[in-house]
């Protein structure tokens, strides 16, 4: 099956190809080079696909280089929004996170991710709750954003990832478990302000180009994915830079 994207980037080349064949064509059209450039493409449609594949490539690049331009504009809120939720605070280097709690890539990412936490204190981690997997994924997300000043919230956070089947119910047992005045977060991920946070992290992902979870950025790097080692690599090199700087 023809995923949409690849679907449009090959609806794409087709196009172009139907260009190309127009910007070839004499005053009066060369039917004969027509039928032979017809019959070639359906004798070998792997040039369709190749040039699809291409588009695709360069749409990719197109939106990742947008979403690096956007950073610069959207820094402040990238990385020193009051209302996030922040491991380290004190840190120099700045790592941001978007994920959802129903994601199974950020559930794979999340014990390294507080593993990189523990053994990078000069590394402040910002948790970003980009919901994109529904009602549950919300729950969690408006209970984390609820529970934040109760002290235990990468706790929490670690305990929601490492759970398998997660919906609200388990979410709140789980906060129970870690002895969180239950009410008290749920009153707060339910208000307005929490809403507005919500929709605040879904708009910087959109103005970032940002479609998926995780999503990891460092600096001017955009990191899609669970991609840990270049999320490494990342933090090496600003610290080196850094270091360069001092």
Same mark, same amino acid.
């Given at each position: 099956m023809i995923l949409p994207r690849r679907a449009g980037a090959l609806a794409a080349s087709l196009a172009l190809s139907g260009m190309l064949l127009s910007a070839c064509t004499p005053a009066k059209p060369d039917k004969d080079f027509?039928? !032979?450039?017809?019959a070639y493409l359906l004798e070998h449609p792997e040039v369709l696909l190749e040039v699809s594949a291409k588009l695709e490539q360069k749409q990719a690049a197109k939106t990742a280089e947008a979403g690096r331009k956007a950073l610069?504009?959207?820094?402040? #809120?990238?990385?020193?929004?009051?209302?996030d %939720?922040?491991?380290?605070?004190?840190?120099? *280097?700045?790592v941001t996170e978007f994920f959802d709690y129903k994601c199974g890539y950020c559930r794979v990412a999340a014990p390294e991710v507080v593993?990189?936490?523990?053994?990078?204190? /000069?590394?402040? =981690?910002?948790? $970003?709750? %980009?919901? *994109? =997997?529904?009602? /549950?994924?919300?729950?969690?997300?408006?209970?984390?954003?609820? @529970? $934040?000043d109760q002290g235990k919230t990468l706790q929490l956070h670690q305990a929601l990832m490492a759970e398998k089947?997660?919906?609200?119910?388990? @979410?709140?047992? *789980?906060?129970?478990s870690l002895g969180l005045d239950v009410a008290k977060a749920r009153a707060v991920g339910a208000s307005a302000a929490t809403t507005q946070h919500? @929709?605040?992290?879904?708009g910087l992902a959109q103005s970032l180009a940002i479609e998926g979870t995780p999503a990891f950025i460092v600096g001017d790097?955009? *990191?899609?994915?669970?991609?840990?080692?270049?999320? !490494?690599?990342?933090? #090496?090199?600003? $610290? #080196?830079? @850094?270091? $360069?700087k001092s």
């Open positions: 027509g039928e !032979k450039v017809r610069s504009q959207y820094r402040q #809120a990238l990385e020193r929004d009051p209302r %939720f922040v491991a380290n605070p004190n840190g120099s *280097i700045t593993k990189l936490i523990a053994e990078n204190p /000069d590394v402040r =981690f910002v948790f $970003k709750e %980009f919901v *994109i =997997f529904g009602n /549950d994924s919300e729950a969690a997300a408006r209970l984390m954003i609820g @529970a $934040k089947s997660l919906d609200e119910a388990s @979410a709140l047992r *789980i906060a129970r919500l @929709a605040d992290i879904r790097t955009i *990191i899609p994915g669970a991609d840990m080692q270049a999320l !490494k690599l990342a933090i #090496a090199n600003t $610290k #080196a830079a @850094a270091l $360069k």
